[in-house]
């Protein structure tokens, strides 16, 4: 059996522009490509995607999944190495969990928090080594203070802007908006504005920068063309106009 592009995107919840970005870099080339261009993906891709999310969501890059996926022989010896790093990640949980609950517990009868009752199984600095080599150790401990003055509701207020604003994105290419129409670059400038929250106002190159890094890296991308296939285009795009126009 196989399937096309558009139904393994739907079961994997993801876009099809990641599913080709993942075969145009090599680790996941689809089965089949058929006269008219249309990607189709059996069994055996069906399980390699598996891994490839598995992997993406521990914060394995691209490359290195490459580099793993070329070490295994089979599907049997790819899975079992896969439940070996779901349990882990059940283990993590299962302590964030325990976590939650005794904070919860504690906060209820008044007793005093202690950090590692509070932040056992957390670790926000994740994707630390990936901004230091991005964009220096300076934007990291910068970022990295901001975030920690914030409290819990400025954190997910915060959030909720970003999201706001990725869902406007998704219905103005919807719309079939053009990146320098009034709308989108409305919708530009705030987010401008969400992005100096944490580091202060952001240089023209910069700003391009990031909107082709949206583009570059399907785990920016992906968090615009889940409101409509597409969108991270009109986001690189409207930032670079809002940069040439607006910032230095």
């Known amino acids: 059996m196989e399937w096309s592009i558009q139904d393994v995107a739907r079961s994997a919840g993801v876009s099809s522009r990641t599913l080709r970005h993942y075969g145009d870099v090599g680790v996941l080339p689809p089965s089949r490509v058929a006269s008219n261009g249309h990607r189709y993906y059996d069994q055996n891709a069906l399980v390699r995607l598996q891994r490839i999310l598995l992997l993406r969501e521990l914060g394995v890059s691209l490359s290195a999944i490459a ?28 302590r964030r969990i325990a976590s939650v609950r005794t904070t919860l517990g504690k906060l209820e009868r008044g007793e005093p928090l202690m950090p590692d009752d509070v932040l056992d199984g957390f670790d926000h600095t994740q994707y630390r080594d990936e901004v230091i080599e991005r964009w220096g150790r300076n934007a990291y401990e910068q970022g990295d203070r901001w ?16 999201e706001r604003i990725a ?17 989108v670059q409305a919708i530009t400038a705030r987010h401008c504005e969400w992005l100096a929250l944490a580091a202060g106002p952001p240089s023209r190159e910069y700003f391009k920068n990031l909107g082709q890094m949206y583009v ?33």
């Open 167 to 183: 869902s406007d994105y998704g219905e103005a290419h919807r719309n079939g908006l053009a990146a320098d129409s009034a709308e």
């Open 147 to 162: 975030w920690r003055s914030l409290s819990e509701d400025d954190k997910r207020e915060f959030q909720r802007v970003q």
């Open 67 to 94: 580099e793993v996926l070329e070490g295994e022989q089979d599907a049997v010896s790819a899975l079992h190495t896969h439940l070996g790093l779901l349990e882990q990640e059940h283990q993590q949980l299962t």
């Open 216 to 248: 570059d890296d399907p785990r920016f991308g992906e968090n615009y063309d889940k409101h409509d296939e597409g969108t991270v285009g009109l986001v690189r795009d409207a930032m670079t106009v809002y940069a040439d126009e607006n910032l230095e």
